[in-house]
Each structure stands twice: as structure tokens, then as C-alpha cells.
């Protein structure tokens, strides 16, 4: 009977299917969840992001990205909320001093170190959105390329370089 199944593509429940069925969705909208519950929904997706041979594992990784179940601290109030691990950065010293008094940034304010958060988008330094990074072997980018028009930018630069935070921090 399991091989019947597993033709229609169905697969057994497994800890991943558990996460994406049962936890995430408590965090969908503004319920409150107390503080012991979410303590135990943290070891159920610790213990789930270990098992990466699930069938469900990409599935549950994107939910865990895209659903705002992360316990997060505010740069400036230190106020803590939930938000998406992708919209977090590492509470590191080097981070914090840049972002220090920034509103629009938070930090990952969990506490178990055994979830890798790197794998959810937790990031370590800000986002540079440049098109002249990886531009040497050419001496510059294309800014613009039309028929009769056309500009670059020498040595990597591009004026629409921006970092996240840098109005911020200046």
C-alpha cells in the first residue's frame, strides 16, 4: 500500500510536514503565542531542519523564510516582535555599532544556536545591490545600452550602488 501512495505522490507525515501544518500557520496572522509554546515550536523546527533527506524539507525551509515566526529585536527601541528570518541580521557587534538607532532594522534575538539561521536568510552584513562587483576582467559595466546611446561605468562604478542602512549610519 506504501508504494501505491508514494505513485500518487503522496508521502508519509514526517517532523517537516508537522512544522508547515501545525506551527507555521499559528504564526500567520497577530495571535499571541505564549512564550513556552514558542519555545517548544523552536526545538520542533531545530530537530525538522536536521532532517534535509524529508521529502518536505525544501518546502518547509521557503514557509520558514516566508512566515514570520522569528523572535526579533528593534535597532533603535529594542523592542521585540516576530518578523521573517530573511528580514533579520545577526546580532554581532560589527552589525549592531552600523545599524545602532536604525527603526527599520532588526535583529535575530532567538537564543538556540543549533538552528542554522544562515540557511533561513539571517544575514551577517548589509545587502550591496552594485552591478560593478564582479565587473574586473572587463575594466567596467554597462550603465545604459541603447541603439546610439550608451554609457559605463569604469572601474566597477555604478551610481546606483545602494547599502542597506548607509543613510542610516552617515
Not at 506504501?2 to 517537516?16: E, H, N, S, T
Not at 506551527?23 to 531545530?46: F, G, K, M, Q, S
Not at 554581532?92 to 540557511?119: C, H, K, Y
Request: charged content about 25%.
Amino acid at each position: 500500500a506504501a508504494g501505491f501512495f508514494q505513485r500518487l505522490g503522496l508521502v508519509a507525515p514526517d517532523i517537516c510536514t508537522r512544522v508547515i501544518n501545525n506551527i507555521l500557520p499559528l504564526y500567520a496572522d497577530d495571535t499571541e503565542i505564549e512564550a513556552v509554546d514558542h519555545t517548544r515550536h523552536i526545538a520542533t523546527i531545530r530537530d525538522a531542519m536536521r532532517l534535509n533527506d524529508s521529502p518536505r524539507y525544501r518546502e518547509m525551509i521557503d514557509a520558514l523564510k516566508n512566515t514570520t515566526w522569528v523572535l526579533a529585536r528593534n535597532a533603535d527601541s529594542g523592542e521585540q516582535f516576530y518578523k521573517k528570518p530573511t528580514d533579520l541580521f545577526f546580532p554581532i557587534p560589527s552589525m549592531e555599532l552600523f545599524f545602532n538607532g536604525n527603526r527599520e532594522v532588526w535583529f535575530l534575538a532567538e537564543q538556540d544556536e543549533d538552528i542554522d539561521w544562515q540557511t533561513l536568510g539571517v544575514r551577517s552584513q548589509p545587502l550591496v545591490n552594485c552591478r560593478g562587483l564582479n565587473t574586473r576582467a572587463h575594466g567596467y559595466i554597462t550603465l545604459c545600452s541603447w541603439h546610439g546611446w550608451h554609457k559605463r561605468g569604469f572601474d566597477g562604478f555604478d551610481p546606483n550602488t545602494s547599502i542597506d542602512g548607509l543613510e542610516h549610519a552617515l
